[in-house]
């Protein structure tokens, strides 16, 4: 149905650097009651958000303050910079890419500045999301600091 083939196990590298954060903890109940996806959020140390995976731009919201995914396995994967940022109207954010590019895992997506952001007194931690959730079965979270585009950061089991 989904077209993930014999692959059940599929893993994202961090889409930027930093420290995990529990779903749960993230300061919004959209995403802390897992209303939008379930996946888990990053506390950024970086400023450049890139691609965890293969795959395409779905959505490029226009403010940049988020950017939807669909890996080359039709996992959707939400990537929302921050909490409540697109009341920033695009301030802090340049967009790196445009909807309907194909990136690869690693590409650069965004750049942000973590100051305009606080600045604006919004939190900085940023949810990383399946929004399909019918196609999985399970989300873990890798421990330790992230680096965005090498570690692991998400292990779905896949439906």
Do not use: W
Request: negative net charge; hydrophobic residues 45%; contains cysteine.
């Amino acid at each position: 149905m989904f077209g993930f083939g014999k692959k059940k196990i599929f893993t994202l590298k961090a889409p930027l650097s930093g420290k995990p954060v529990p779903l749960e903890d993230v300061p919004d109940p959209a995403f802390a009651e897992r209303l939008v996806g379930d996946g888990g959020a990053i506390e950024p140390s970086g400023d450049l958000l890139v691609a965890p995976c293969d795959g395409t731009v779905a959505v490029l919201f226009p403010t940049g303050h988020a950017v939807a995914l669909v890996a080359d396995n039709n996992l959707e994967i939400l990537m929302h910079i921050g909490i409540d940022t697109v009341d920033l109207k695009g301030v802090g954010f340049e967009k790196l890419v445009k909807q309907g590019d194909k990136v690869v895992q690693g590409q650069a997506l965004i750049r942000f500045d973590t100051n305009a952001i606080k600045a604006g007194d919004k939190p900085t931690v940023t949810p990383v999301l399946i929004t399909n959730m019918e196609a999985i079965k399970s989300v873990g979270i890798c421990d330790g600091e992230q680096v965005a585009g090498e570690t692991d950061f998400m292990t779905i089991e896949l439906a």
